[in-house]
């Protein structure tokens, strides 16, 4: 191929086969993982691919093969950094198997615009579905529908467990609650999440059983909004009385906003007040002080739910599958820094 060609134009199939000395049926059978290549063959075509920098046409082999290599991702529109992380960590999985991934974002609270999300997906062909919306209502809706073709849901909700993948959220909240009952607080309260929230009911969960289990009484939870003002704010509340030496917050966030009412206020953390989060976001390291909390591995989760569903795409299209999909659930780690201690008191 001609340095001249190859400035006028994107490299061909035929550009590829010319170069490797084969057929362009040969080239397609390559890009098709056609079974009865020679390795070596298989090999020249793809270093000639590379060097070529050549980029098979995804619509034209759609047309041929019946297959879209598209994955939907439903998601309910979102800027926290779990569903984020979320979607980043299937983006790579899908990529790195072959895929593209298509995200449609649920714009309203009602059944409908759940309906209109998924319709949208399937208009393009998606082959496979992650549901990553967190709320309950989505479930609801989705247990109406019949889907016909493989997902995964990356919420636990015990109603789709062949479909399930998920961070061990309880797990994760009985690890924060026991941290600070190990260091001695007994007083202790949970800032949790908004109701719906798949996430924000299983960590208030764990919280209330490792409460139990070690036989410290408890008080209600505080639903918050899983913002740093509403932490804020819930934090000079609390405040006024102070019959707490620590807080578990159900996430990061929520967490700064009690850190900051509690220093305004004249008071240390966790000299006098104890804090952990939930999701190790990149900025909970450069708290003051910097913050304990839950850490999810999304890159992990990712991974595993790209194979449970290559692995439901292998068993519609006879290959190509994950090779063994992931089971289980992910389990989170208590990474410990220096917002927690023993209580003064």
């Given at each position: 191929?001609?340095?001249?060609?190859?400035?006028?134009?994107?490299p061909?199939?035929r550009?590829?086969?010319?170069v490797a000395?084969?057929s362009?049926?040969?080239?397609?059978?390559?890009?098709?993982?056609h079974?009865?290549?020679?390795?070596?063959t298989?090999?020249?075509?793809?270093?000639?691919?590379?060097e070529?920098?050549?980029?098979p046409?995804?619509a034209?082999r759609?047309?041929?093969?019946?297959?879209?290599r598209?994955?939907?991702?439903l998601?309910s529109?979102?800027?926290?950094y779990?569903p984020?992380s979320?979607i980043?960590?299937?983006?790579?999985?899908?990529?790195?198997?072959g895929?593209l991934v298509?995200?449609?974002?649920?714009?309203?609270?009602?059944?409908?615009?759940?309906?209109?999300a998924?319709?949208?997906?399937?208009?393009?062909?998606?082959e496979?579905?992650?549901i990553?919306a967190?709320?309950?209502?989505?479930?609801?809706?989705?247990?109406?529908?019949?889907?016909?073709?493989?997902?995964?849901?990356?919420?636990?909700?015990?109603?789709?467990d062949?479909h399930?993948l998920?961070?061990d959220?309880?797990?994760?909240a009985?690890l924060?609650t026991?941290h600070?009952?190990?260091?001695g607080?007994?007083?202790?309260?949970h800032?949790?999440?908004?109701q719906?929230?798949?996430?924000?009911?299983?960590?208030?969960r764990g919280?209330?059983?490792e409460?139990?289990?070690?036989?410290?009484p408890t008080?209600?939870?505080?639903?918050g909004?899983?913002?740093?003002?509403?932490?804020?704010?819930v934090?000079?509340e609390?405040?006024?009385l102070?019959?707490f030496?620590?807080i578990?917050s159900?996430?990061?966030?929520m967490a700064?906003?009690?850190?900051?009412?509690?220093?305004?206020?004249?008071l240390d953390?966790?000299?006098?007040?104890?804090?952990?989060?939930?999701?190790?976001i990149?900025?909970?390291?450069?708290?003051w002080?910097?913050?304990?909390t839950?850490r999810?591995d999304?890159?992990?989760?990712?991974?595993?739910?790209?194979?449970?569903l290559l692995?439901?795409l292998?068993?519609?299209h006879?290959?190509?599958?994950?090779?063994?999909?992931?089971?289980?659930?992910?389990m989170?780690?208590?990474?410990?820094?220096?917002?927690?201690?023993?209580?003064?008191r």
């Open positions: 191929m001609s340095t001249e060609s190859a400035r006028g134009r994107a061909s199939i550009d590829v086969a010319r000395g084969v362009h049926q040969t080239v397609s059978r390559v890009l098709n993982e079974p009865s290549l020679r390795d070596s298989r090999q020249r075509v793809l270093d000639v691919m590379q070529l920098q050549y980029r046409n995804r034209a759609a047309l041929v093969t019946s297959r879209s598209t994955i939907g991702v998601t529109r979102s800027a926290q779990g984020a979320s980043q960590a299937i983006e790579e999985a899908a990529r790195e198997g895929y298509l995200t449609a974002n649920i714009l309203a609270k009602d059944s409908d615009s759940i309906r209109e998924l319709a949208h997906l399937m208009e393009q062909d998606v496979g579905l992650v990553i967190p709320q309950v209502r989505v479930f609801d809706a989705l247990a109406e529908l019949s889907l016909d073709i493989p997902f995964v849901t990356m919420q636990s909700t015990g109603r789709l062949d399930e998920s961070v959220q309880i797990a994760g009985r924060a026991r600070l009952i190990e260091l607080h007994r007083d202790i309260y800032l949790a999440g908004p719906d929230w798949i996430e924000a009911e299983a960590r208030m919280f209330l059983e409460m139990s289990a070690q036989d410290v008080t209600a939870p505080i639903l909004d899983w913002s740093s003002e509403f932490g804020y704010y934090g000079r609390m405040l006024r102070r019959d030496t620590a578990f159900s996430n990061d966030q700064l906003g009690l850190i900051h009412a509690i220093r305004e206020a004249g953390v966790p000299r006098d007040i104890s804090v952990v989060g939930f999701d190790d990149p900025e909970a390291a450069h708290f002080p910097p913050l304990t839950v999810q999304f890159a992990e989760l990712g991974r595993r739910c790209m194979s449970l692995d439901g292998g068993g519609m006879g290959a190509g599958g994950g090779g063994g999909a992931y089971r289980g659930n992910v989170p780690e208590l990474v410990v820094r220096q917002s927690t201690a023993a209580p003064s």
